[in-house]
């Protein structure tokens, strides 16, 4: 891809120190591709002031500076200051803006029972900004600004909370130097594949036997939890390459494929089950809750789900899932046959069409020679019919967690689909 290319810089010394991960900078990174904008590189920075100057003087460079986080009311917040001065103009105390930041400034000292005074030199401080840069308005007390250069970098800045900063992005792009600029791009195409019970090493293998990327076609292959994501960025005049290319890799992939969109697989069971008007219901050990939480996590999924059940202990699983206690004494609540027990249960229980149920080993302690960590069971059942899978997942404890939620709905995404086709 070539273009106008974008230098992103996010702020804060807890993400430098792995306290807090970056979620910034990707989105950027993402929304500049989509506008056309090459994504140079990210920089994560601390609050030391020369560290912060250095890497903002070095990203203004770049024909656009997209920079995140240091825009609050304390010592600490240094963005708009090093920026003033990496961009070589002088800092005005902007009335409307202190303004307009003293009324909410005021309304939190009211309600928090606070003198004003304590939050004055705060408001002075965000109601600062370069000579000649743009308000893009208030997330919460933090201005975003957007200023162009003498060199002609457009430099926006936006707030760190990640909520905030998607809030004033779109404002950004509003505005004049962003317009302009944007008006020199052209914006490449993106198609999706997501796949499914596939290894990355052979999803490589199809794709470079279906002629590879290159021609102005770039593709990338991402593993992440047990799904292979492959991204094709097309520039244009390129499509035709990306029509050929992908008739040729799809079919080498076709029985693993599960998407063409950005769509989780949540959000694809929950479709499967809006369609054959089913509800569904969770049994949970292992992941605790996690299958539930990313199935809830998509809007209006209650019209769906219907609740579920963190059986954690064999006790619960016996009075709430009705899993023979028998069952358990012989098995083991980490078992294909308490698997089944804890599916059927939940959807007796809870009343829904369809439930899916996890039990496993997560570690790091807890595992055998016979039950080792990482062994996770699996099971999906509805009105026609039943699924189980058994797993042998590597990695920590958070990672098989992890891998155990999207296996555990691939199987239910799964049964629903060979129902469907069967019905058909």
Request: proline share 6%; net charge negative.
């Amino acid at each position: 891809m070539t273009g106008p290319r974008a230098a992103i810089v996010v702020t804060g010394s807890e993400l430098v120190r792995g306290e807090r991960s970056d979620l910034n900078g990707p989105f950027l990174a993402r929304e500049a591709l989509r506008h056309g904008l090459e994504p140079a590189r990210i920089t994560i920075v601390g609050d030391d002031p020369r560290e912060l100057e250095a890497a903002l003087a070095e990203a203004l460079t770049a024909e656009a500076c997209l920079v995140s986080g240091g825009l609050g009311p304390t010592h600490d917040d240094r963005t708009v200051e090093m920026l003033a001065r990496a961009a070589g103009v002088p800092l005005v105390l902007d009335r409307a803006l202190e303004r307009e930041i003293e009324a909410v400034s005021r309304a939190t000292a009211e309600r928090l029972g606070r003198p004003y005074a304590d939050f004055a030199p705060g408001v002075r401080k965000q109601a600062t900004r370069p000579e000649g840069s743009l308000s893009l308005g208030l997330a919460g007390t933090a201005p975003g600004l957007v200023l162009r250069t003498s060199g002609g970098c457009v430099a926006v800045v936006l707030p760190g909370p990640p909520a905030e900063l998607e809030r004033l992005w779109p404002r950004a792009l509003e505005t004049e130097p962003m317009r302009e600029l944007l008006s020199r791009t052209r914006p490449p195409g993106r198609r999706v594949l997501r796949l499914y019970g596939v290894s990355e090493s052979a999803v490589a293998r199809a794709l470079e036997e279906a002629g590879g990327d290159g021609a102005g076609v770039e593709a990338t292959i991402c593993a992440r939890d047990l799904e292979i994501h492959v991204d094709l960025v097309v520039e244009p005049g390129a499509e035709a390459r990306a029509d050929a290319l992908e008739a040729a890799f799809v079919p080498k992939v076709e029985r693993w494929l599960y998407g063409r969109d950005e769509r989780g697989v949540e959000e694809h069971v929950l479709a499967l089950c809006r369609a054959r008007g089913f509800t569904l219901a969770t049994a949970e050990s292992c992941t605790g809750g996690l299958v539930a939480g990313r199935l809830t996590s998509v809007p209006g999924s209650s019209d769906v789900f219907v609740g579920g059940v963190v059986s954690y202990a064999d006790d619960v699983k016996v009075r709430e899932l009705g899993v023979p206690a028998s069952l358990l004494a012989a098995h083991g609540a980490v078992s294909a046959e308490a698997a089944v027990a804890m599916a059927h249960g939940a959807r007796e229980r809870l009343g829904a069409d369809v439930a899916v149920a996890v039990t496993g080993i997560a570690g790091p302690g807890g595992g055998s020679a016979e039950k080792p960590v990482g062994l996770v069971h699996l099971h999906a059942t509805s009105p026609e019919g039943d699924l189980g899978r058994v797993l042998s997942l590597p990695g920590d404890r958070a990672s098989i967690r992890a891998r155990s939620v999207v296996a555990a709905l691939h199987l239910v995404r799964e049964l629903l689909t060979r129902s469907r086709e069967e019905a058909v």
